[in-house]
Every structure is written in structure tokens, then in C-alpha cells.
């Protein structure tokens, strides 16, 4: 009687186990969306124009334009992500700076490329278009993540067209050292990349359409909002920050994330640090889980001319979680080198 007794014990604490992983999601997704500030991350209002380039192998591309001003703000946003990830930006800078917001390929509107190419150099031709395209006379650069990278070889391969021109670069949660130097659990990754690690997510990025169809019927689920929250965000994020997220995340094409995030693995630029001669804001969360706060003091300390600004309790993030630091953040960079 006694074994039999135990037996249902344990078969019970098995069934509360399950059944918190599984509506535990569900709970902190509704806990969440009760932090909201009426903020409208949709766009309205801000008249945004859209602007329709090309990068140089001729992959279309989205840009978005708004604001009044002779100096220009070019925003790139990161991994899964697209303009949208910067509506707090747009907002609070339009009445100073010209903003113009890259897609890079994949992402948003902009296309997936026809050669499947989503080599870091490839990204920064991308910014190369748009900077063209625009031919500013006065300019910084932001990247967030990926789009860090992409600011950074962007730098490497073309910053030399536009000396005096280019006031500096904004490195937002990404990092200017090889990002498994950053991540979590950095070290177990680079013992599989760039094998296996790396066929996979080529196969993945070219053989997509049972992956593409996983990744739309998991779009809605809580699931899906807790790994976006655990991964893209600090402590006790808004809800409706992480929802905005996770539909950029989850309505990114396979062959686009796979093979975006194969690039992230292949960026390499810390042997470039020291030559980099323009005035670099560093910004970060000290829970940032992709490019992690070392990371960043490493790159700030290789750098000739760099600030590092470590947003307490912020994720990936920062732009939305902590807008209000961070703009004014930002703001005082943008102060400092379009006085110079």
C-alpha cells in the first residue's frame, strides 16, 4: 500500500512538472502584458516615407524615411528584426535628424537574394546602397546586433569614401568581437561551429519549407513568447515589447533566419578595431544573452575613440526596454559628434 502510495506521489509531481512547462508560458505571457504604457509600436503618425533600392548583386531592399534636419541618422536593425524594432527612435530623434532605417535583405520588405548570400560583406553592401542612395553630407551610422556587425564591416570596406562626412557609429547589444564570445553558453557553441553547426543551418536556409511551416504554426503560441522573452529581454519586460518581438522573429522567412544567423557566426572584425578612426558609442544590457556586456568592454577597450553606456536590467533590447536612457543615451552622442 505504502509503494503503491509513493508511486502516485512521484506520478503526480511528474503531471505538475508538465503541467508547468506548459501553461507557465501562457501565465507570464498574461502577467506581462499587464506592464504596458499605451505605446503604439505600429508606425502611426510618424509619416513614414518608403524608399525602394537595390544592393549591389541587385537584391531589392526597403528603406524608410522621416524627420527634418541636414544631419542624418541611419538605423539598421538586427537579426529577425525590421525598421519597426527602432519606433521609439524614429519618434524622439524626427524633429532633429533626417532618420533613414535599412532592411537588410530577408528582413522585412526587403527580398530574400536570389544567391541565398547573407555574408556579412554582402549585409554591409546593403548599407552601402543606402547610404548612397541618400549621399548625406553629415551622417552616423547605428546598427543593433546584426546590424552592428553589418555597421562595422560597412566601416571596414567603405567608411574611407566618406571621411569627414561620417561622424561615428552606434553599436547597439551587438559587439566588435566574434559573437560566441558573447553569447550565452559561448563555449559549448564553438565546439560545433563552424561544424556541424554550420552545414545545418546552410541545409536549413535552402531546404526550408517543412521548417518554414513549423515556424508559422508556432508564430501565436506562448512558447514562442517565452524564448523571444528569454532570449531578446532583460527583467520583467513589457509585454507588448516582447510581442512585437516575437512577431518580427516569427515572421521571418526560414531561409532568411538560418542563414542571417550563419553570418553572425562568420563576422569577424576584431583584428579592424584599432583602425577604426571615428568616435564609437558602445550600448548595451547588462543582460544582454547574445552579446554580452565583456564583449562590448573588450571592443570599447581595442577602440580608438569609444564610450560604453551599460543599461542596468535590460536584454537584447535596450532601444525598447530602457527608450528613455537609451535616447537620451544616444542623444548626447549625436550631440557631441555633429558639433565636431
Not at 537579426?79 to 524614429?90: A, G, K, L, P, V
Not at 578595431?273 to 571615428?278: A, E, F, R, T
Request: glycine letters at 8%; hydrophobic letters at 40%; proline letters at 4%.
Amino acid at each position: 500500500m505504502a509503494k503503491t502510495q509513493r508511486e502516485n506521489t512521484v506520478g503526480l509531481r511528474r503531471i505538475d512538472r508538465l503541467l508547468a512547462a506548459v501553461y507557465a508560458p501562457a501565465l507570464l505571457r498574461v502577467i506581462d502584458s499587464r506592464r504596458s504604457d499605451g505605446q503604439l509600436l505600429a508606425g502611426t503618425g510618424l509619416d513614414l516615407e518608403h524608399i525602394e533600392i537595390e544592393s549591389a548583386d541587385g537584391t531589392p531592399l526597403h528603406l524608410t524615411a522621416c524627420g527634418e534636419g541636414s544631419d542624418v541618422l541611419f538605423l539598421v536593425h538586427g537579426w529577425t528584426c525590421s525598421e519597426s524594432i527602432f519606433r521609439f527612435q524614429q519618434d524622439h530623434f524626427r524633429d532633429r535628424y533626417r532618420i533613414y532605417t535599412l532592411e537588410l535583405r530577408g528582413h522585412g520588405r526587403s527580398s530574400v537574394p536570389k544567391s541565398l548570400d547573407y555574408h556579412p560583406d554582402r549585409l554591409a553592401e546593403d548599407l552601402k546602397a543606402a547610404v548612397d542612395h541618400v549621399s548625406p553630407e553629415s551622417f552616423v551610422v547605428a546598427g543593433h546586433s546584426l546590424g552592428g556587425f553589418t555597421a562595422f564591416k560597412w566601416f571596414e570596406h567603405f567608411g574611407g569614401e566618406h571621411k569627414g562626412r561620417l561622424k561615428g557609429l552606434g553599436i547597439i547589444d551587438s559587439t566588435g568581437t566574434d559573437l560566441v564570445d558573447g553569447i550565452v553558453m559561448g563555449p559549448a557553441v564553438r565546439r560545433i561551429y563552424p561544424l556541424p553547426l554550420s552545414y545545418l543551418m546552410s541545409g536549413i536556409g535552402k531546404h526550408n519549407r517543412v521548417s518554414d511551416t513549423l515556424l508559422h504554426a508556432a508564430k501565436d503560441t506562448a512558447t514562442a513568447y517565452m524564448v523571444v522573452r528569454w532570449s531578446a529581454f532583460g527583467k520583467r519586460p513589457k509585454g507588448e515589447y516582447v510581442e512585437h518581438v516575437r512577431e518580427m522573429v516569427m515572421s521571418t522567412p526560414m531561409t532568411t533566419l538560418s542563414l542571417a544567423a550563419k553570418a553572425c557566426f562568420d563576422y569577424h572584425y576584431e583584428y579592424f578595431l584599432p583602425s577604426v578612426d571615428v568616435p564609437v558609442a558602445l550600448l548595451v544590457g547588462d543582460r544582454d544573452k547574445l552579446t554580452n556586456r565583456e564583449s562590448n568592454e573588450r571592443t570599447a577597450s581595442l577602440l580608438p575613440d569609444a564610450r560604453l553606456k551599460v543599461f542596468e536590467g535590460a536584454g537584447h533590447c535596450a532601444m525598447l526596454e530602457r527608450h528613455d536612457d537609451f535616447n537620451e543615451e544616444l542623444g548626447s552622442f549625436l550631440d557631441e559628434v555633429f558639433s565636431n
